[in-house]
């Protein structure tokens, strides 16, 4: 406790404010075990860059945690782009202090002699990505905490290609920040070199995404959709893109259109979590709406919801959704004549399988990633000129089309959604039928995420603890099926269970475990990058005759999954 008192003195004067000091004296005064958390460590870039929550202290977003990060990347650029000129994109959601945030940023960064573009208004992230390389920035930033909590905010980092950073340059990055003191933020900002920009991105951005999800569905008109901002930046540009794409029977969900970082209609503004989507499927029910899409608030990610075989609302997942957008791109890109054996397709290693089998029946190949989607962006960058990238996506309900914008994009992705709708129902099929079709091609993956909230510095002990566990004692088997591959990205190893044989993982470095049995269950282990939590995703897989069996089968998928939380005593 001393070295945190130590740490939190340091906060009770200058360069730090009188507002900040006194909230720092107020903690140490009333010994608020809150100290400890916010002291404990300095905040850093995980899988979606630096994320947590607001208030005074070393690990919070802050003026001065913010601050020192620009800094630190004003410092790198400069090292980077050696004598040359420097421009960032700047961008932010709708969370509280976003908008004073991006702001902050901008100043900042003009401080040091960069010409900024700082978007008028709060935009999606994905408006973010596209800016960065419409506008041949050399970096961007994007103030947002996706779809944490109210209390949480964050700070995106995205290179000149539109992609979030990755190693090295993340560490890099990194470095270059803990060098620094508070004292040497420089503040001093050069109006000057701050440029606003917005309704002509916006233009170019949809005109793009338009294209991008366009695959000739006759009559639009005969899908009728419901769709949630979840107070959300989406409000402020995907409306106009179904418009602009030709879908004119949009019931917006209006008690949720208007950006708000209270979030005050929801517990959490996740699309994953159905209950963010229930006053969508109350409107979906009440217009009849064949297709019901949410996103969360800074637009990358979104939630879909389709009839069943009963004619009921069902939300989809995110493996079901990128397994049925990536058949339909595929499909349509071999109707085409487009596939030559020069494509790829991308995903993340605790993302269904289904994924890769359902490129190989076209004749594609499926890249695997770590996970988040900066991954995927890494490879579209690497490949760039060598190999087209059709689609790719995670179980996180992400999914990104071409390669216009390098990171999940939730408004071509609606766009997309949207056509896919239409196509089937002008056939007179529908998405959850096809998704069945897929099943009964290639098997029935059935895939469930459990996740276990472990805050403050007790709750990284434990799962540090979980994962060492796991670690020096592997699974043996799963649900009466032995453990025949034990993957450790960590120690870039793959070990044969049966035979001990052990090769090496070509991915960088990650605190991800994965367990593969004979009959092709999988359990895959990691922590959160982004928040206090510790995940285990399951997947089983069973064959499918026909549709008529599509009950039985989903329902043995699930006691087995009941069993795998069973024996690994994951019920909460």
């Known amino acids: ?128 990505s596209f800016a960065v390389r419409h506008l041949n920035c050399q970096a961007g930033v994007v103030i947002t905490a996706s779809h944490n909590p109210p209390a949480y905010n964050g700070y995106k980092v995205y290179w000149n290609d539109g992609g979030q950073i990755v190693p090295p340059q993340d560490q890099e990055i990194i470095q270059e920040v803990e060098k ?28 793009a995404a338009v294209a991008n999800s366009d695959f000739g569905a006759e009559n639009r008109n005969n899908v009728k959709i419901v769709f949630t901002a979840l107070h959300g930046t989406s409000a402020t540009i995907v409306p106009s893109a179904l418009q602009q794409a030709g879908f004119n029977q949009v019931h917006l969900v209006e008690a949720q259109s208007t950006p708000d970082g209270n979030f005050p209609t929801v517990n959490s503004p996740n699309p994953e979590e159905p209950a963010a989507l229930k006053m969508a499927m109350e409107l979906a029910e009440e217009v009849g709406a064949d297709i019901l899409i949410g996103t969360d608030p800074d637009c990358d990610r979104l939630g879909i919801a389709v009839r069943d075989l009963e004619g009921n609302m069902k939300l989809l997942n995110g493996n079901q959704t990128m397994c049925l957008m ?42 695997l990633g770590l996970t988040g989607f900066k991954w995927i962006a890494k490879m579209i960058r690497e490949f760039e000129g060598k190999k087209q990238f059709i ?82 004692q592997p699974l043996k088997q799963l649900i009466g099926s032995k453990v025949k591959y034990f993957y450790d990205y960590e120690s870039s190893t793959k070990v044969d269970l049966q035979t001990q044989e052990v090769s090496k993982i070509e991915l960088p470095k990650s ?19 982004t928040e206090p939590k510790i995940k285990f995703y399951m997947s089983v897989k069973e064959k499918l005759s026909n549709i008529k069996e599509y009950n039985k089968i989903d329902s043995l998928l699930s006691k087995k999954i009941e069993q795998i939380c069973k024996e690994m005593k994951l019920t909460k």
């Open 326 to 367: 990536t058949d339909f791109l595929l499909k349509k890109w071999q109707e085409q004549g487009r596939l030559n054996g020069n494509q790829f397709v991308g995903s993340t290693i605790v993302s269904t399988s289904l994924i890769q089998k359902i490129a190989t029946h076209y004749g594609v190949e499926t890249k």
């Open 1 to 128: 406790m001393k070295k945190i008192i130590e740490k939190a003195t340091k906060w009770l004067s200058a360069p730090f404010d009188r507002d900040t000091q006194q909230e720092i004296k107020q903690l140490i005064d009333t010994e608020s075990p809150e100290l400890t958390d916010r002291f404990y460590k300095n905040i850093a870039f995980g899988t979606g860059g630096m994320r947590g929550m607001m208030g005074a202290g070393i690990n919070r977003i802050n003026k001065y945690t913010l601050g020192k990060a620009t800094q630190g990347l004003s410092n790198y650029l400069k090292k980077e782009y050696n004598q040359q000129k420097i421009s960032i994109a700047i961008a932010y959601d709708c969370r509280k202090n976003s908008d004073f945030f991006g702001q902050l940023v901008a100043e900042v960064f003009s401080a040091n002699d960069i010409q900024v573009f700082l978007f008028e208004d709060l935009r999606p992230t994905p408006e973010l």
């Open 511 to 529: 605190n991800v475990l994965i367990f593969e049995t004979i009959d092709g269950t999988k359990v895959a282990i990691r922590p959160s990058g």
């Open 180 to 207: 620094l003191a508070f004292e040497e933020i420089n503040f001093e900002a050069q109006p000057e070199l701050i440029k606003k920009i917005g309704q002509e991105i916006d233009d170019e951005f949809i005109k």
């Open 391 to 472: 689609g790719g996506g995670e179980e996180s309900f992400g999914y990104l089309v071409g390669d216009f914008v390098r990171d999940k994009d939730a408004v071509t992705a609606t766009l997309l959604a949207c056509e896919i709708a239409s196509c089937f129902k002008s056939e007179g099929s529908s998405i959850y039928q096809e998704l069945i079709n897929l099943y009964i091609t290639n098997g029935f993956y059935k895939e469930q995420l459990v996740s276990f909230v472990k805050e403050g510095k007790d709750g990284a002990a434990e799962i540090y603890k979980m994962m060492s566990n796991y670690r020096e």
